[in-house]
């Protein structure tokens, strides 16, 4: 997902009558937005489908087109997992208010009536832009909150790398806030588990030496531990003394 | 001459401010006539074969945008058209098309005229 806060709207105009395109085209850039073309359906789908489809933000589609019509090229985007939360917006003749309600039933955001009316089109723009960019903010909130939710997965599982939720930590926004706080409170776990770990194995030498310690203190403390050494005290004498 | 009434004065001009400067205004008079002349051409042929959706699609397009030059004649011949078209009856729609032929003319001499104002 394209972050779309600053990049002005990229508008798709569907329609094989080059002098709506050419109307539409120019009225379009002379608000600022970026504008493609495409004469049918086909074309159209063959866009949206490519890598520049990716920042399409709003379709301006034709109903009677020749080849694949308005209707076909609606259902076919409608029904395409990748591109189908783009906005679509119906250009219509005045009398066509059936096909504007049955293509609205098929998942058309609006429609424009012809002949175009600058300020209804700058206004119908605008709103869909509205709701695609809210849209688009909504999926990035729900792909970074994806990576929150992996690195909680990874702290159960024990597999926590703080790089994996640097680049939600760095957005200034809640989610960022978030994984920052989250961040940190993973760290502090693994920290104190550290600090224990390294307590527990310091324990566990004191406690084998104090074990060691012992054992040799059970061997040296018995009657006959003592009455060896006293042997061999008294040989160590009688070697010295030369007898 | 060009018939005055062919074309509705605030419909153009309307059309005019819309697309921004006189250049272009006259560019899209250019299509327009281009355009035009590629609709009717689908007419006869879409009409000898007896093809109604093509009749309807072309009439659909050419009243769109007669709309848009203010050819308010023209964009109410081309409705009949593209109705006979829907209701597939276009049987005879020879002399329905000798009127748009005819409708057109008017409106491509006003325009062209206009085009020379635009041009002086």
Known sequence: ??????????????????????????????????????????????????????????????????????????????????????????????????????CIEMGATDYLPKPFNNALLQARISASLSSKRLRDLEIEYLIQFGHVIDAAGQV?????????????????????????????MAHEVRSREERLKQQVRELRIEIDEARQTRKVAEITETDYFRQLRDQAADLRRIIESGE | MADARAIDPKALAALRELSGDDEFFAEMIDVFIEDTAGQLATFDSAIARQDASEVRRAAHSLKSNSMNFGASALALLCAEMEARGRDESIGIAGELLGRIRAEFEVVRAELLAMREDIRL
């Open chain 1, 156 to 184: 159960e599982a024990g597999t926590f790398d703080l790089s994996s939720i640097e680049s939600v930590a760095r957005r200034d926004d809640a989610i960022g806030r978030l994984a920052r706080v989250f961040g940190q």
């Open chain 1, 1 to 102: 997902v394209t972050s779309g806060a600053t990049r002005p709207g990229h508008i798709l105009v569907v329609d094989d009558n080059p002098v709506n395109r050419m109307l539409l085209t120019r009225a379009l850039e002379s608000q600022g937005y970026a504008v493609g073309t495409a004469n049918d359906g086909e074309q159209a789908l063959d866009m949206l489908r490519s890598g520049d489809g990716a920042t399409v933000d709003i379709v301006l589609l034709d109903i009677l087109m020749p080849e694949m019509d308005g209707y076909e090229t609606l259902r076919a985007i409608k029904q395409d997992d990748r591109i189908q939360h783009i906005p679509i917006i119906m250009i219509t003749a005045v009398d066509e208010m059936d096909s504007v309600i049955r």
